[in-house]
């Protein structure tokens, strides 16, 4: 076995079959130094990422950077070697249109996330839960059970952002019960994403390439609940038992709060129904929900400034969704265009294909894709399914089903490995740290075990061969 095909199974195992054939044409350029030169980036910027918390620098910076090296690497060889940088550019281009649906998505669903927390909307549901004098082990089972079948609907991502305004608002003060919170909030918010074409970044990438049905996903409903219900058993154990101080105000929805609400429900359903019956991406549905979101602002503004002249306050500031949107997670959204281009980068020097191999060559696609889910835990799963799309391996739809699944629940085994886990890392103010998830890896890899077995003993009808 050739050195770079060592280094490439721990690392960019993430392609097809060994006869699948890709989408587009590769430089070959694995054995070459600049092949290798890439592959040693982008191993050294995601050891940055993982000592993110020792070394303070923000985990966009090192992928970001990895990847202008790279891109820019691949055009001066294209140069220098007489080829034209044609297949570099055109390479370039269709890794950039798949990010800015990813990128679009994941800003409006953002600027949701925080027009309802600025709303009050979080505060009134903790307040809720507090008023009901539950202790923090039945909080940590119903924050992960409104995260499992919230996420379907709102997406993992969303979902955990929106349930660890919640956690740290009934959680303040008690570091154990937030991180256990929040670990639970990812496993469960991952998995109840798996089961849906709009739960998770890489299912919709899946339901937009037409490999799985939008009803098909739920197929994988109960593999999807077995990988949380396991590791939350165990963890329920260490949770404390004390109930959380009583809160000594009521908090009131500020105006406009439910309207956004609604809006955002009408904007999940515009996205949804877009994609199934107009073909359209799910970046199209989200951005129109964020024009309907501005008309919903311009309201709450008009309505604002009525009771600030009706009450003499002078100083009032106006509403704009624009000042939410710039504070949207950008590190996490820049983080993830650094991944999105240095596999982007990999793929065109032929490294996914090489990989693709000797991995599926010599394992087949059940073993193969519950290995990719492994990795999807160190390489965020989002550019693991990019990688595994843009590759097309020949698989039945049991297989796509599976590697579904692996890659959305798969990302639980460490706190980088998915989107819910980036962005409360980036939410969590410090409680939530890479090692605090990393203790409980060995716990979430049994319900990730559980899964993949309950999915090939009861759909096995879904397996053709």
Known sequence: MRPSRCLLLPLLATAPAANASTDAATLGLVDHPVGWIAL?????????VIAEE?????????VMLAAGLMWGLLAWWSIQSGQGVELVHEAFKAMFLEYSEVFFFLVVAMTYVTAIGERGVFD?????LLKRH???????????LLAFMISPVLDNLTTALVMSAVILAVGAGNRKFVVLAFINLVVAANAGGAWSAFGDITTLMVWQANKVEFTEFFVIFLPSLVNWLVPAAIMHFAVPKERPPASPQR???KIGGLGICVCFALTIAITVSGRQWLQMPAAWGMLTGLALLNF????????EMRWALANGVQDHSRYSIFKIIANAEWDTLLFFYGVFACVGALATLGHLELASQALYGGLGYTWANSIIGVLSAVFDNIPIMFAVLKMNPPMDHGQWLL????AGVGGSLLSIGSAAGVALMGASRGLYTFMAHLRWSLVIALGYIASILTHLWLNAAHFTG
Do not use: C, M
């Not at 020792?54 to 090192?62: F, L, V």
């Not at 539950?134 to 992960?144: A, D, E, K, V």
């Not at 919903?296 to 309505?303: F, G, L, P, Q, S």
């Not at 590697?403 to 692996?406: G, V």
């Open 251 to 253: 908090r009131q929805v």
């Open 54 to 62: 020792r070394i303070h620098i923000a985990k966009s910076k090192p």
């Open 40 to 48: 040693a980036l982008f191993a050294l910027a995601y050891a940055l």
């Open 134 to 144: 539950l202790n923090y082990r039945q909080l940590f089972w119903i924050t992960g």
């Open 296 to 303: 919903v602002a311009a309201r709450i503004e008009r309505r």
């Open 403 to 406: 590697i579904t699944l692996t």
């Open 124 to 128: 009134a549901l903790r307040d809720q």
